[in-house]
Nanobody, 124 residues
């Protein structure tokens, strides 16, 4: 069982930056692939980025490549999403998720545990 708690969301102007954190409970955190998803009002949940158990492999959606960075610190049971050059299209609730799979996945159905989400709002 893994419990996830996101933090770091807020209101930022276009072009600004935010760093999201996701703290996980459980001793087996390092075994999980971790991902970030987001959901804007009226839209489906969208994959943002994911990282494998060691942090040595990451994958990001085309919409955030070059702007967002995902990382993890297994000693702190925490993953991060550094978001730079934010634009209004990035406005959404951002969710942290954990997958017991050995491989990175972009499909939300492959993730077993979810946080409650944190709101990110980018003003123009």
């Amino acid at each position: 069982q893994v419990q996830l708690v996101e933090s770091g969301g807020g209101l930022v102007q276009a072009g600004g930056s935010l760093r999201l954190s996701c703290a996980a409970s459980g001793r087996t955190f390092s075994r999980y692939v971790m991902g970030w998803f987001r959901q804007a009002p009226g839209k489906e949940r969208e994959f943002v980025a994911a990282i494998n158990w060691s942090g040595g492999s990451t994958y990001k959606s085309d919409s955030v490549k070059g702007r967002f960075t995902i990382s993890r610190d297994n000693a702190k049971n925490t993953i991060y999403l550094q978001m730079n050059s934010l634009n209004p299209e990035d406005t959404a609730v951002y969710y942290c998720a954990a997958s017991a799979s050995a491989y990175i996945s972009t499909r939300y159905s492959n993730y077993d545990y979810w946080g409650q989400g944190t709101q990110v709002t980018v003003s123009s």
